[in-house]
Structures are given as structure tokens and as C-alpha cells.
């Protein structure tokens, strides 16, 4: 799996965005180290603290299925209707990456990958 076709994945997955608030649509593809490929979108709600981003989708959908290994995962977003662009992952997100990936995963964007330990230095690692 290239880092381009799991950028298009996320962008498939992009498509499925629901953003009646924001109308800024974000897709991820994340990665397990097995070589399956988990795909999210953002979801919004009417009151707004709800809204899961798509980078949390697509690991709940993982975790939920068993996977506890990841090795990257690459998002793409931008306002509905524009192209594929670069949406870096909130911190809530990050958050959620630190539960479950080492500083070597990948996060992939369109304009280039990182490690999570770069995007999250000092992660919180529990009590
Ligand atoms: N969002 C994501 O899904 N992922 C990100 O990396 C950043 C933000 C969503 C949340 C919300 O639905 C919309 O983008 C605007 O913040």
C-alpha cells in the first residue's frame, strides 16, 4: 500500500463526509500493521460536541474489529466541494493515536507524511 493509494482511499472515503454544519469535509484511511485498511469520514451533529472526526471513525471501526496495530493513516480534507486538501489532526485525535500507536506511525497528508511523534511530542500516556 503506497501513500498515495491510501490518500485516495481517504479520498473515497471524503465522499461519505457528514458536515451539514461546517460543510468541511474530511476522509481518513488508516493503516493496520496486518494490511488492512480502515477508511472514516466526519460525522457532525446538531449539537455540535457529538461530531466525531474521520480519523476517530476510522479507528473505533478498527479497534472495534480487533486491530491494536497501526501503521499509518492519511487524511485528506477541505470545504465540501473543493478538492482534496491538507487537514492535520485535531488534538483530540492525536489523543486517540497515542492510545494506540508508537512515535513511528505515519500520518500522511497531500502535502507530505510525518511521524506521530513529531505531530505529538509528549503524548500523554496515562496514570
Ligand atoms: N475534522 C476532521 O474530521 N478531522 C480533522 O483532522 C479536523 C477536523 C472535522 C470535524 C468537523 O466536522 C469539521 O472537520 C470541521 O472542524
Excluded at 461546517?22 to 461530531?51: K, Q, R
Excluded at 493513516?73 to 488534538?91: H, L, M, N, R, S
Aim: charged share 20%; proline share 5%; hydrophobic share 40%.
Amino acid at each position: 500500500m503506497t501513500d498515495l493509494e491510501l490518500l485516495n482511499l481517504a479520498g473515497e472515503a471524503r465522499k461519505r463526509a457528514y458536515a451539514p454544519y461546517s460543510h468541511f469535509a474530511v476522509g481518513a484511511a488508516l493503516l493496520c500493521a496486518d494490511g488492512s485498511v480502515y477508511t472514516g469520514c466526519n460525522i457532525e451533529n446538531a449539537s455540535f460536541t457529538p461530531t466525531v472526526c474521520a480519523e476517530r471513525t476510522a479507528f473505533f471501526k478498527a479497534v472495534y474489529d480487533g486491530k491494536r496495530e497501526f501503521t499509518a493513516i492519511a487524511v485528506v480534507g477541505g470545504k465540501e466541494g473543493d478538492p482534496d486538501g491538507t487537514a492535520f489532526p485535531c488534538g483530540v485525535c492525536r489523543q486517540v493515536m497515542a492510545e494506540f500507536c508508537t512515535e513511528a506511525f505515519r500520518v500522511i497528508t497531500p502535502e507530505g507524511s510525518y511521524s506521530f511523534g513529531e505531530i505529538l511530542p509528549h503524548a500523554f500516556g496515562g496514570i
